[in-house]
């Protein structure tokens, strides 16, 4: 199955983006890594930079997704897609 491959710069930009947000949205709302000890202007103080962090790390996998497309024919499929998210979990998990 065929699936669609975006690539538009400005569309990752967005992602990148939206992601940051929700990465910050996330860690302040559900308080994992005990963020509850922090009082509120040190979690707004920390907390984006967790959320810069991740779109950051996504846009710098983007070469590895055109590597990918080019590898596959200009031709992106599901298991193209699982093979980039999951090189990207692992190795931000890791980092």
Known sequence: MKYP?????KHH??????LAIWI???LYLTKPLDVN???DNEKL????GYGLLGGISY??????????YKK??????IIHEIL???????????A
């Open 5 to 9: 491959f975006d690539p538009k710069l």
């Open 45 to 48: 103080i920390y907390l984006p």
């Open 24 to 26: 910050f949205i996330f």
């Open 37 to 39: 000890e922090l009082n």
């Open 72 to 77: 596959a024919n200009s031709n992106w499929k």
């Open 13 to 18: 930009l967005l992602i990148g983006l939206l």
């Open 84 to 94: 980039f998210l999951s090189a990207y979990a692992i190795i931000t998990y890791r």
């Open 59 to 68: 846009l710098i996998f983007l070469p590895l997704q055109y590597f990918i």
